[in-house]
């Protein structure tokens, strides 16, 4: 799929990997998620799916971890937590949020299989064992609409590979390779007082953290 890199990705992936500032990180990572994907959904039910969005972005973030352990790329491991929340939206009907048109689906799957099948992973299950103990809270869905899917956020044709825009503008496939500098953790979405989830849920750039 598509998605964007900059600094503050690399950023937030120190914070993520580091005790002291963690659970700051993940809090601002979490809220900044749920607030871009509810602006994307129905405002008819955009408020009803907060609790599901925050509890399901929160167990995502251990997905990431996880797959940075596993020796992805910064924009491999963040693209697999995407993937996850768009199986996730697609069961639900709520085709309005998703990144990619539903006919990517498996695509998207296969590139990754190794990776889902490991933590069992698949379309209907999309959290697998990242899942929390209590189970998620409930979110109605809008079964209705796979049947004539409306994709405004989608962009198709980008399912063989995970595909990384600068913020030069420039699109590179595999994404970029980590800053030889040393990364600024008080740069980090949730670290940085300077940002708040408005702020940074209007900036694309750190749409997929």
Known sequence: MKIRQNARHFASRKA????????????GLVRMHTKIFTKKADPAHAEERKPRLDAFFDATMDT??????????????????????NFDFYNHG??????????ELEDHYDRYAD????WGITIDDPLGEFAPSGGLPEAASTPERL?????????????????VETED????????????????VS??????????????AEDESVDRS
Do not use: C, N
């Not at 709520?94 to 006919?103: A, I, K, L, R, Y």
């Not at 990776?115 to 490991?118: A, P, Y």
């Open 187 to 200: 740069s980090a979405v949730g670290v940085d007082a300077a940002s708040t989830p408005d702020e940074t």
């Open 16 to 27: 993520l990997e580091t005790p002291v500032v963690r659970s700051v990180a993940k809090s």
């Open 64 to 85: 990431y971890l996880a797959a940075l352990q596993e020796g992805f790329s910064e924009a491999e491991a963040r693209e697999i937590t995407h993937i996850q929340s």
């Open 94 to 103: 709520w085709t309005e949020m998703m990144e990619f048109p539903g006919d």
């Open 115 to 118: 990776f889902f099948e490991t």
């Open 147 to 163: 049947e004539d899917p409306d994709h405004p956020h989608a962009e198709g044709g980008f399912a063989d590979d995970v595909y």
């Open 169 to 184: 503008g420039e699109l590179i496939i595999g994404g970029q390779d980590e800053p030889d500098d040393e990364i600024d």
